[in-house]
């Protein structure tokens, strides 16, 4: 399985951005998706994830409200909409896929993540 995120970039504090992920290698639809982000010198933390079919969806406190996440199983692809951004929300933006899991953790692939830096 493969993951390639993209969409990253500079924005201003209460912009908007969109990442998208493509899997490939193996049927997207088999998989529960996830993104995560990793602000500087923190640790990895979960923002959203999202189940196979795309009907149940979960995130984190700081997001909810303002992020979404979505999939296009015919397109093998993973979004995450992300509006009214913040300061706080800047790092590098992971997605994963899980294969047995919907959950916020235990996810088995990894994509190489894209920078979201906002600025104040």
């Known amino acids: 399985v493969q993951l390639q995120a993209s969409g990253g970039g500079l924005v201003q504090a209460g912009d908007s951005l969109r990442l998208s992920c493509v899997l490939s290698g193996r049927t997207f639809s088999s998989y529960a998706m996830g993104w995560f982000r990793q602000a500087p010198g923190k640790e990895r933390e979960f923002v959203a994830a999202?189940?196979?079919?795309?009907?149940?969806?979960y995130y984190a406190d700081s997001v909810k409200g303002r992020f979404t996440i979505s999939r296009d199983n015919a397109k093998n692809t993973l979004y995450l909409q992300m509006n009214s951004l913040k300061s706080e929300d800047t790092g590098v933006y992971y997605c994963?896929?899980?294969?047995?899991?919907?959950?916020?953790?235990?996810?088995?692939?990894w994509g190489q993540g894209t920078l979201v830096t906002v600025s104040s």
């Open positions: 994963a896929a899980n294969r047995h899991t919907f959950a916020t953790s235990g996810y088995d692939y």
């Open positions: 999202i189940s196979w079919s795309g009907s149940n969806t």
